[in-house]
């Protein structure tokens, strides 16, 4: 059974550091990859996803790499701002058709 | 304005109650999905939709039941059958099933047995 961690569970930076949240997968065979955010009791927002055919993806600051061979996402964040701290989740889709399962999410601090 | 809106916000139930969360989208999407999130814990799929009259039952389906009457709607019932449903309740939509299927979320609706 597909499972995703994400380590570490939380992570405090200074404001201005560029940084990387992980993401490992036990199952390689998967349809595609999305991270998300999600801040203090609000539902989640789509950061980027990331196709099984695809080695990355970027939006503004954001950039999000996949290497399905060794089960592995990462998150770089470049200039950390105090509006990024939140907690971020990574999640698999196995199959085209099946529902997403979620990593218990890392939580961000950037203190200005 | 376009989305996913999940209503009440908030919501209190008493033991043996019977409780209808709702899912709302404007989105034209036909799969939706209902997940459970406990403190400290992933999302966990309790019900998923592709189409209309069609809905699976995911990894916690027991003590929750779905209906999928129309396209935008997709409400979730707590049973008293659910022994501990104190969570936050977050449903999903993705324009599809098949190949472009990025998922968006809703508000949630944090839910809370007295």
């Known amino acids: 059974k597909q499972e995703v961690t994400q380590i570490p569970a939380a992570l405090s930076v200074p404001e201005g550091e560029n940084l990387v949240l992980n993401c490992s997968f036990t199952?390689?065979?998967?349809?595609?990859l999305q991270w998300f955010r999600q801040d203090p009791g609000k539902g989640l927002t789509s950061l980027l996803l990331?196709?099984?055919?695809?080695r990355e993806q970027t939006s503004g600051r954001l950039n999000a790499s996949l290497d399905k061979s060794s089960g592995r996402s990462t998150l770089y964040i470049a200039a950390s701002q105090p509006g990024d701290s939140a907690t971020y989740l990574c999640?698999?889709?196995?199959?085209?058709?099946?529902?997403?399962?979620f990593g218990k999410g890392t939580t961000l601090s950037v203190s200005s | 304005d376009g989305g996913i809106t999940q209503s009440p916000k908030y919501l209190f139930r008493k033991e043996g109650q019977n409780v209808t969360l709702s899912c709302e989208q404007n989105?034209?999407?036909?799969?939706m999905y209902w997940y459970r999130q406990d403190p400290g814990q992933g999302l966990r799929l309790i019900y998923y939709?592709?189409?209309?009259?069609?809905?699976q039952k995911g990894d916690i389906a027991e003590g929750y039941s779905v209906s999928r009457e129309k396209k935008e709607s997709f409400p979730l019932t707590v049973t008293s059958a659910q022994k501990n449903p104190t969570a936050f309740y977050l449903c999903?939509?993705?324009?599809?099933?098949?190949?472009?299927?990025?998922?968006?979320f809703g508000p949630g609706t944090r839910l809370t047995v007295l």
């Open positions: 939709s592709q189409i209309v009259n069609d809905f």
């Open positions: 199952d390689s065979a998967i349809y595609n």
């Open positions: 999640a698999v889709r196995p199959e085209a058709g099946t529902a997403l399962i």
């Open positions: 990331i196709q099984s055919s695809q």
């Open positions: 989105l034209n999407h036909d799969a």
């Open positions: 999903a939509s993705s324009i599809s099933a098949g190949w472009y299927n990025e998922q968006f």
